[in-house]
């Protein structure tokens, strides 16, 4: 099945610095690669999502970078806030399917 | 659209009783509906995945007669902890998509304490 690794576990960055986060699959099939920010007790929120026919997704302060060949994918946060600080879950997915999320990387970003 | 709804938020019940936990699409069709552990610091684990109209599939390691999953509609599914232990206490949140739709809509989480 698939096995979503995410690095690193977690990342202090100034606030108005970037953060990266980063993710490899190990499912050639995977196709479909969603990024979730989670606050303490809530629900996952999707903030991107990019599919296998693209390379690369911009959102105003977010974008994400896919490549296939090597089987990973980056979320990027520029601009970085404190209402940014939270947990973020790379995930992957064959497609209409069930998700395999990565462990997490806890994001705080002082100000 | 694509409210996801689950009741109810908390729940403490001591050890040996059973706990129904429903999750709803409140808005749409939820073809596919997912169920969900996360215990606190980790990750999400799925545990099952449930299409209207049929049995559930179970992640390995998941006791299916121990989270009993019903989706008997296209709003409706229900995860059923049975003869619950301190062990099951845990973040349960549900997700559900549309017909051939990549992206899930998550609950709010329901979290469950057994004592």
């Known amino acids: 099945g698939e096995n979503v690794e995410q690095h690193p576990s977690t990342l202090s960055v100034q606030e108005g610095d970037s953060a990266v986060i980063k993710c490899t699959y190990s499912?050639?099939?995977?196709?479909?690669f969603p990024w979730y920010k989670q606050e303490l007790g809530k629900r996952p929120q999707l903030i991107i999502d990019?599919?296998?026919?693209?390379g690369e997704k911009k959102d105003q302060r977010i974008a994400v970078t896919l490549n296939k060949t090597a089987k990973h994918f980056s979320l990027h946060i520029t601009e970085t806030q404190p209402e940014d600080s939270a947990v973020y879950f790379c995930?992957?997915?064959?497609?209409?399917?069930?998700?395999?999320f990565g462990a997490g990387t806890q994001v705080v970003v002082t100000p | 659209g694509a409210v996801v709804s689950q009741h109810p938020s908390w729940v403490i019940c001591k050890s040996g009783t059973s706990v129904k936990i429903e999750c709803r699409s409140l808005?749409?069709?939820?073809?596919?509906m997912f169920w969900y552990r996360q215990f606190p610091k980790q990750s999400l684990m799925l545990m099952a995945t449930?299409?209207?109209?049929?049995?559930?599939?179970?992640e390995q390691g998941v006791e299916k007669d121990k989270f009993l999953i019903n989706h008997a509609s296209l709003t409706l599914s229900t995860l059923t902890v049975t003869s619950a232990h301190p062990e099951d206490s845990s973040f349960y949140i549900c997700?559900?998509?549309?017909?051939?739709?990549?992206?899930?809509?998550f609950g709010p989480g329901t979290r469950l304490t057994v004592t």
């Open positions: 808005d749409f069709q939820a073809t596919t």
């Open positions: 499912d050639s099939a995977s196709n479909y």
């Open positions: 997700s559900a998509s549309r017909d051939r739709a990549y992206e899930q809509y």
């Open positions: 995930a992957a997915s064959s497609g209409w399917g069930k998700l395999q």
């Open positions: 449930s299409n209207e109209g049929s049995k559930a599939t179970y």
């Open positions: 990019i599919r296998s026919n693209v």
